[in-house]
């Protein structure tokens, strides 16, 4: 991203998006970004799967329920990734995408997130871990 992209809006709506340099929208189309996050599996911070972390604006706008998931370890993947895997394009289809992402979209990926801390296994894991390398490199 550009210096200061955060100034300009802090989800990505689009393919298109200014605040992202050309050599950052080929690193974010392959999931490379996610790479470093291996770091943190590594020193213990983030587990491979579970819930991905927020910034911090948002965080701010959870319900306490919707907060049971900063309980847990966070994810470089979930469910809720997969799901919504193009979620650029979806806000970018939307007149209100800020909107869109607040009142649809987060809540959404809160309550998957939520399941899958009540629901979570080993065999989970493995599960979500497939289907996200399968959308990474779908042909």
């Given at each position: 991203?550009?210096l200061n992209a955060d100034k300009h809006g ?83 289809k939307s007149t209100q995408p800020e909107k ?40």
């Open positions: 991203m550009f802090l989800i990505t709506i689009g393919n298109n998006d200014q605040r992202i340099t050309k050599t950052g929208a080929f690193i974010r189309k392959y999931k490379l970004d996610e790479i470093p996050q291996l770091i943190n599996v590594l020193k213990g911070e983030m587990s491979i799967v579970g819930p991905r972390p927020e910034v911090e604006y948002y965080v701010e706008m959870y319900t306490n329920e919707q907060r049971k998931v900063l309980t847990v370890k966070p994810g470089i993947t979930d469910w809720a990734s997969i799901k919504y895997i193009n979620e650029n394009e979806l806000l970018a869109l992402y607040v009142e649809v979209v987060m809540p959404d990926k809160l309550k998957i997130n939520s399941e899958y801390i009540d629901n979570g296994s080993f065999l989970l894991d493995l599960k979500i871990i497939w289907f996200t390398l399968r959308k990474i490199f779908k042909p």
